[in-house]
C-alpha cells in the first residue's frame, strides 16, 4: 500500500485559519482567495477522513483531531521551512576562515568540522594549521574569521578559553631524555622552541639541537623514535609520543593560555555554531 502524504500548502491554510480566526483573515494573510482556502481545507479532511473544524457554532473551534493534528502541523511547516532556508537561503552559505595551532588541531577540530558541515553544507571552512604568530598576524590583516591560540600572555582582545600545562614529550618508554646534552626538537617558528631552551639554560642542563627546520613530521618522527625530545600541551600528543615523567630532572615549563579570536564582522548561524563549539571543546 502506498503511503500517503499530507499537503503541506493545506496544512499551511489550516494553521492560518487557526491562528487568525477564520477563513476570511487567513485568505488575506496567505493572499489566496477564500474559496481557495476553503477548498484546501476540504481537502484536508478528504484526505484524513475527519472533520477538523466544529462548525456548530458561529466561532470557529477545533474539534479533537484537529486539536491533534495542529500540533503535528505546526512541526511539520517548521520542518519544512527550516529545510528551505538552509539549502536555499543566502544566510545559510559562505566561507569562514578558521585558523587553529598544529599542536591542538586534534581531537577536537575534526569532529567540530563534520558536524558544521552537517548542518550547514553550504558553508565552507577553510582550516589553516600554522604557529600561533602567523596565525595572529594573518588575522590582524584579514585574511582570518576566527583563531584559536596558545599564549603565556594573551591581549586585552582575546577570550581566554582554558589553561594547559605545556610538559616535555618523548617517544613512549623512551630513553633519551637522560642523556646529555639534551637532545631536542623544534621546528624554527616554534613558539615552545624559546620557552624550552630558556627553561634548560635556566637549569644549567646542556642541549643540543637534533632536529630543526620547518617539518612537523620530521621532528615527531625524530621523537617517536627516541633520538631527541620536545614540548606540547597536555591533551595534543601526537602518536607514538607521551608525556615524560622526568622527576624532576627536566625544568617546568609553565602552562599556556588557549584562547579565542573572533572577527566582528563573523556573523551568522554557522558561525554562532562554530564558536560554540570551539568553546565547548577548548574551555577548561
Sequence with gaps: ?????????????????????????AAGLLNLTQSAVSMQLKRLEEALDLGLFARAARKLTLTPEGEQLLGFARRMLALNDEALARLTSASFEGEIRLGVPHDIVYPAIPGILKRLAGQFPRVRVNLVSSFTILLK?????????????????????????????????????????????LRIGFK?????????????????????????GESEQAIEATVAADLAVSARLTN????????IDAKGALPDLGSQVICLY??????????????????NAYCC
Design 1 to 25: 500500500m502506498m503511503a500517503r502524504t499530507l499537503d503541506l500548502v493545506a496544512l499551511r491554510s489550516f494553521v492560518a485559519v487557526v491562528d487568525s480566526g477564520g477563513v476570511t483573515r
Design 137 to 181: 598576524e594573518g588575522f590582524q590583516r584579514g585574511e582570518l574569521d576566527v583563531v584559536l591560540t596558545t599564549e603565556e600572555t594573551p591581549g586585552a582582545e582575546a577570550e581566554r578559553m582554558g589553561v594547559r600545562p605545556l610538559v616535555w614529550v618523548g617517544a613512549e618508554e623512551g630513553l633519551v631524555w637522560q642523556k646529555r646534552p
Design 188 to 212: 624554527d617558528t616554534c613558539i615552545f622552541r624559546r620557552k624550552a631552551v630558556a627553561a634548560l639554560d635556566a637549569a644549567g642542563i646542556p642541549w643540543e639541537m637534533a632536529v630543526d
Design 236 to 243: 595534543a600528543m601526537p602518536q607514538g609520543m607521551a608525556p
Design 262 to 279: 573572533a572577527a566582528p564582522t563573523l556573523r551568522g548561524e554557522a558561525a554562532e555554531l562554530l564558536l560554540q563549539e570551539l568553546r
